[in-house]
């Protein structure tokens, strides 16, 4: 948020799913082999502590918002929930979908200064 706001973003049209679409402000994945680790485990997860997700999404608004990680402590992100999310492209494929989404979502919020 800025200024009271949600910053959402527009997926390019060259996307292969979802293209032109309004979505969420960052999106990502926790990727193996960083250290410290961006995988949660039970525990992190059952806590609400998900520093792995945290360290995820520190790292993805670097690469697509150009926010320095100094400026995300880990302690400022707000763990939401965690879900499964299914979605077919239908609408740029048609009705028989190959293409779409399929995956565990980590929900987090974080207020910028």
Not at 30 to 36: A, K, R, Y
Not at 53 to 58: E, H, I, L, N
Request: proline share 6%; with cysteine; glycine share 8%.
């Amino acid at each position: 948020m800025f200024q009271g706001r949600l910053l959402l973003q527009q997926r390019a049209s060259s996307k292969i799913t979802f293209p032109s679409v309004w979505t969420n402000t960052c999106c990502s994945h926790q990727l193996i082999g960083f250290e410290p680790t961006e995988v949660d485990g039970p525990d992190d997860v059952a806590s609400g502590a998900v520093p792995g997700a945290k360290r995820a999404a520190v790292r993805k608004l670097k690469h697509e918002l150009g926010i320095e990680p100094a400026e995300l402590p880990l302690e400022s992100f707000k763990y939401l929930t965690r879900l499964h999310y299914w979605a077919a492209d239908t609408v740029t494929h048609g009705p028989s979908a190959e293409w779409g989404e399929h995956e565990i979502d980590y929900v987090l919020f974080v207020q910028g200064k």
